[in-house]
């Protein structure tokens, strides 16, 4: 039974650009939720998908927007980049008020 | 509002001591799950307990071992007998129950257990 994955491992890219990072849920998870993480900090909620929409949002600008497709995979598309936005982009799947597993995580980096 | 604070940011440790990490947590709610998970240098969060806010019975697995108190607000977590794989980033984090809710974390405590 895969888990989480996420793809890519790590991305590089320069102000102004714009990012799509990947994430499968584990098998049998509906709900999709990314969390940003920057260095020596804990995650920080972005937002949570379910039934492709999203659910709820934490306290992220709007360059920050997602999607959840019907096989409950999800993206999470970062416009406009600016350097604050390295850092390490974690999803996690679950079932309706279950756990969260989080996958490997995705390491971008803004020159 | 909710928070958890792990106020220990890093502590080092000579292999084979014991090892209490500290977590304090502020919430209105009065139904919750409180969370441990280790994040390795790979990145990957990894789950290690999960603690429901009506059981406060103390948890051992192993070397590991949560202490949850409610009336003091903490769910400290102690390595007992420590070695160079429990060095990592560990972060204690808490959710609210019967919602489909995030989750909050605190900003992690990293171990280093020396040789």
């Known amino acids: 039974d895969a888990g989480v994955t996420q793809s890519p491992t790590h991305l590089i890219k320069t102000r102004g650009q714009q990012v799509t990072l990947r994430c499968s849920p584990k098998s049998g998870h509906d709900t999709v939720s990314w969390y940003q993480q920057a260095l020596g900090q804990g995650p920080q909620f972005i937002f949570q998908y379910y039934e492709e929409e999203e659910r709820q949002r934490g306290n992220f600008p709007d360059r920050f927007s997602g999607h959840q497709f019907p096989n409950y995979s999800s993206e999470l598309n970062v416009n406009a980049l600016l350097l604050g936005d390295s850092a390490l982009y974690l999803c996690a799947s679950s079932t309706t008020r279950r756990e969260q597993f989080f996958g490997p995580g995705t390491r971008l980096t803004v020159l | 509002a909710q928070k958890v604070t792990q106020a220990q940011t890093e502590i080092s440790v000579v292999e084979k001591e014991d090892v209490t990490l500290d977590c304090v947590y502020e919430?209105?709610?009065?139904?919750?799950?409180l969370f441990w998970y280790k994040q390795p240098p790979s990145g990957e969060l990894v789950f290690l307990i999960r603690r429901n806010s009506f059981d406060e019975q103390n948890e051992i697995s192993g070397r590991y071992s949560w202490n949850f108190q409610k009336s003091t607000s903490s769910f400290n977590f102690t390595i007992t007998a420590s070695q160079v794989v429990d060095s990592a980033v560990y972060f204690c984090?808490?959710?609210?129950?019967?919602?489909?809710?995030?989750?909050?974390f605190g900003k992690g405590t990293r171990l280093h257990i020396l040789p």
């Open positions: 919430t209105r709610d009065t139904t919750y799950y």
């Open positions: 984090a808490l959710i609210y129950m019967n919602r489909d809710d995030k989750i909050i």
